[in-house]
T-cell receptor, first 112, second 109 residues
């Protein structure tokens, strides 16, 4: 079974803190994605990556950055957390030849 | 802009059939996917249509009409465990998924 894991299920941070969200997949997938999910807005793509060291901006990259130093790991970084970044963050991965994305359990981040 | 429209909520009773529609307006289109998400859970893949027509997988079927920029998910023989949110998503030319805002399905006994 494909497994996508995220470092924390719940996280509480203060405004201005630097926040790292980690995602690891164990199926050697090339593609990895970071989404945020907010009520009534669905899933919105923040950043994605098709290969190690490679990153592309999604629809809402402002205030975020990413790092992909190893194929299995894709990190989302909030350089200076703000209250409007309080959200559910979902990581996903997919093989390059497949249409299905596999999602992690999500991290619910609260910024106070 | 890019948008996907789906109803916000649908209710039905056990054993019934329900159809969740999705209309899309996107700059590129390679296929339409459907994902299911239970409360507190991760989205899970249900189906993918790249060509026009109906795809059946057990109790669930998905339909696509590219000329109408329209698709639907059909759930038959509804069970309580089908209560969840359902998202349509368009795959664009860069392999990204653009998600709709989701339809919350409530199944009543």
């Amino acid at each position: 079974d494909v497994k996508v894991t995220q470092s924390s299920r719940y996280l509480v941070k203060r405004t201005g803190e630097k926040v790292f969200l980690e995602c690891v997949q164990d199926m050697d997938h090339e593609n990895m994605f970071w989404y945020r999910q907010d009520p009534g807005l669905g899933l919105r793509l923040i950043y994605f990556s098709y290969d190690v060291k490679m990153k592309e901006k999604g629809d809402i990259p402002e205030g975020y950055s990413v790092s992909r130093e190893k194929k299995e790991r894709f990190s989302l970084i909030l350089e200076s957390a703000s209250t409007n970044q309080t959200s559910m963050y979902l990581c996903a991965s997919s093989p390059v030849t497949d249409n299905e994305q596999f999602f992690g359990p999500g991290t619910r981040l609260t910024v106070l | 802009g890019q948008s996907l429209e789906q109803p916000s909520e649908v209710t039905a009773v056990e054993g019934a059939i329900v159809q969740i529609n999705c209309t899309y307006q996107t700059s590129g289109f390679y296929g339409l996917s459907w994902y299911q998400q239970h409360d507190g859970g991760a989205p899970t893949f249900l189906s993918y249509n790249a060509l026009d027509g109906l795809e059946e997988t057990g109790r669930f079927s998905s339909f696509l009409s590219r000329s109408d920029s329209y698709g639907y998910l059909l759930l038959q023989e509804l069970q309580m465990k089908d209560s969840a949110s359902y998202f349509c998503a368009v795959r664009d030319e860069t392999d990204k998924l653009i998600f709709g805002t989701g339809t919350r399905l409530q199944v009543f006994p």
